[in-house]
């Protein structure tokens, strides 16, 4: 089972940037790709956006097109996530997981277990 750890997060002004790291024990075509999710107080968990491990293809929300930009390091096993004009709105707490083949729309896919995620706050 690959194990996954976020970081990365903080706290930053309304159109600032962070960049988080999701380091995987190892990445493999075991698995279709690695996501990023995010919970905000008293919200559902929501899809951010998603890659594939075959050939790189990458999906976002509509709320975080143009801003949000998915990348993986293989060399590395490390997903990341860079977040540019920033909003209130991106705060949450942000999860990585990887998602199974099989899955479905990887923004929607819920996994059974989530790590302890990593904290994005944006405020003046």
């Known amino acids: 089972q690959v194990q996954l750890v976020e970081s990365g997060g903080g706290s930053v002004q309304p159109g600032g940037s962070l960049r988080l790291s999701c380091a995987a024990s190892?990445?493999?075509?075991?698995?279709?790709?690695i996501g990023w999710f995010r919970q905000a107080p008293g919200k559902e968990r929501e899809g951010v956006s998603c890659?594939?491990?075959?050939?790189?293809?990458?999906y976002y929300a509509d709320s975080v097109k143009g801003r949000f930009t998915i990348s993986e390091n293989n060399a590395k096993n490390t997903v990341y996530l860079q977040m540019n004009s920033l909003k209130p709105e991106d705060t949450a707490i942000y999860y990585c997981?990887?998602?199974?083949w099989g899955a479905g729309w990887c923004l929607l896919y819920d996994s059974d277990s989530w790590g302890q995620g990593t904290q994005v706050t944006v405020s003046s």
């Open positions: 997981a990887t998602i199974p």
């Open positions: 190892k990445i493999t075509f075991d698995y279709w790709g």
């Open positions: 890659i594939t491990t075959s050939d790189g293809a990458t």
